[in-house]
């Protein structure tokens, strides 16, 4: 299974931006996206971004639009994760993933739909707090 680790978070205040890495290995071909997830106390994990794999197409959450962008360098085995414009309700854990058609590449019994996807495969999440 591949496997994913976050960095990037912290404290910024409202109006700031944050750029988060997603390193990748153990990638195969049974995995089709990577996308961005977050999860704030009391909440559902949910989606903020995905990018394909397989064509470089690109889906954002209608609340991250605009101020969002998600990036691939696949020389580096690295997804990003450009956040600008930060609100306070962007505080979460955010996690990256990846996905496929189907849970079949995916040990975890945890996942989360996306766009059409099994997100299954996760990382340990990275913490970016917005203050007002």
């Known amino acids: 299974e591949v496997q994913l680790v976050e960095s990037g978070g912290g404290l910024v205040q409202a109006g700031g931006s944050l750029r988060l890495s997603c390193a990748l290995s153990?990638?195969?071909?049974?995995?089709?996206?990577i996308g961005w997830f977050r999860q704030a106390p009391g909440k559902e994990r949910e989606g903020v971004s995905c990018?394909?794999?397989?064509?470089?197409?690109?889906y954002y959450a209608d609340s991250v639009k605009g101020r969002f962008i998600i990036s691939s360098d696949n020389a580096r085995n690295t997804v990003y994760l450009q956040m600008n414009s930060l609100k306070p309700e962007d505080t979460a854990v955010y996690y990256c993933?990846?996905?496929?058609?189907?849970?079949?590449?995916?040990?975890?019994?945890?996942?989360?739909?996306?766009?059409?996807?099994?997100?299954?495969?996760w990382g340990q999440g990275t913490q970016v707090t917005v203050s007002s």
């Open positions: 993933a990846a996905g496929a058609s189907s849970m079949s590449p995916f040990t975890t019994t945890f996942a989360v739909v996306f766009h059409g996807l099994f997100f299954g495969s």
């Open positions: 153990g990638f195969t071909s049974n995995e089709e996206a």
């Open positions: 990018i394909s794999k397989i064509d470089g197409t690109t």
